[in-house]
């Protein structure tokens, strides 16, 4: 399993416009800052915790952990014999 161009393309546009373009449009305010820096960060760490899950499921550290009659069953489900 290897990663893919676009689904890395479209996640940085969408959370890159949340935590660039709509900091630009917030509307003049008392709150103002605040809402940009809440905007700036919310984009940040969502696209930081979208690419970790993403990279994360590319090389998987673990696998199914199976007991020996669950990998019987399947394989006589499967048509796989087990010698």
């Given at each position: 399993m290897g990663a893919?161009?676009?689904p890395f393309?479209?996640?940085t546009v969408l959370?890159?416009?949340?935590g660039i373009v709509?900091?630009?449009?917030v509307p003049r305010g008392p709150n103002r800052g605040i809402i940009q820096v809440i905007l700036m960060l919310t984009g940040a760490?969502?696209?930081?915790?979208w690419i970790c899950c993403y990279v994360a499921q590319m090389n998987p550290l673990i696998g199914p952990r199976l007991d020996q009659h669950t990998i019987m069953?399947?394989?006589k489900a499967w048509g796989?014999?087990?010698?």
């Open positions: 893919s161009v676009l393309i479209i996640f959370w890159g416009g949340v709509l900091p630009i449009i760490c969502c696209w930081l915790f069953v399947m394989a796989n014999p087990l010698q």
